[in-house]
Structure formats: structure tokens, C-alpha cells
């Protein structure tokens, strides 16, 4: 159940192949009904919201260790986290969000694509997915003349503090 709906009062209404959760007369997530003993099924997209708030837990999110998850998002996650710290598990859980966007077959192709460059970044990603969603934004260039070429031909006026 998303986690926008703790502490909220919801229905759960049990077929014989599904559970559904109802509040406030809409269905707020559907899954399928287990029959097996202990089996918990997790939803990544639920928990997103507070992996952002608790970056790090991401690490041993059960919902981040399920089959369903392809082993490149893993692997990115990993590179990331390995470059970045903490910073990079809450880049990571950015990337993850895009999806709700781009949907998760775009967003696999984008992390697939950038780990063939063997750049691991939020930006790379997202440039990729631009592209391949067909929203690239070209990054504005100076113009020739005003392009710096030397930057030590450039003097600057110290201030003065009695102005």
C-alpha cells in the first residue's frame, strides 16, 4: 500500500486471485493473492517517498531485492553508491521516480544504455532518457566571439569596501 496512506483508514477487500485496498472509494493498489505461508509482496513504487526522506535504507529495502527488479538497476545503484555516498542512493531513488514519467521499460533501456558508458550519474540518465522520449533539450552554447578562450586575460576590479 503506498505510504502516503499510513495511518489512514482503508478497506481491504480479499478475492480468490487478488487483495484490493480501498480508501476514500477509490482503489488505491491491487495485487495478487498469495496463498503461501509468510510471503510478503512489495511494491518499490510505494515506497519511494520515504526512500527519499531515508536514502540509505534503499540498501536493504525488501522491495528493492525483489525478482522483479532488473539486475541493471541493481548494478547502477551500486556504481552510484559506490561513487557517491549517500548523496548517491538518494540520486538513485530520483532516477527511480522518473518511471511514473517514462514508464519502467523506458527507464531500463536509459540505465542499460548509460552503464554501457560506464558513467554512473543522475544527469547522464536523464539526458538519455531526453532522448529517447524525444524531449532533448539542446544545452545553450555562447556565442563564438564571447567564449572565453584564456581566462587569465581577464582582470577583475577588486571592490572597494568604502562604497
Known sequence: MPCSYAGQAVWAKFFVDRVIVVAQNRVIVEHPRSYERNQVITVLDHYLEVLLKKPRAIR?????????????????HLKMRE?????????FIRLLLLH????????????L????????????????????????????TLPTDKTP??????????SSIEQ
Open 83 to 91: 561513487q557517491e555516498g549517500s548523496e548517491g542512493d538518494r540520486k
Open 149 to 158: 578562450v584564456n581566462l587569465l586575460d581577464y582582470k577583475v576590479n577588486k
Open 113 to 140: 544504455e548509460a552503464e554501457k558508458t560506464q558513467v554512473f550519474r543522475y544527469e547522464t540518465v536523464h539526458e538519455i532518457i531526453q532522448r529517447l522520449t524525444n524531449q532533448h533539450i539542446p544545452i545553450s
Open 60 to 76: 536493504e529495502a525488501h522491495a528493492f531485492q525483489s525478482t522483479e527488479i532488473p539486475d541493471v538497476f541493481k548494478r547502477f
Open 100 to 111: 511514473r514519467n517514462i514508464g519502467m521499460d523506458n527507464l531500463t533501456k536509459a540505465l
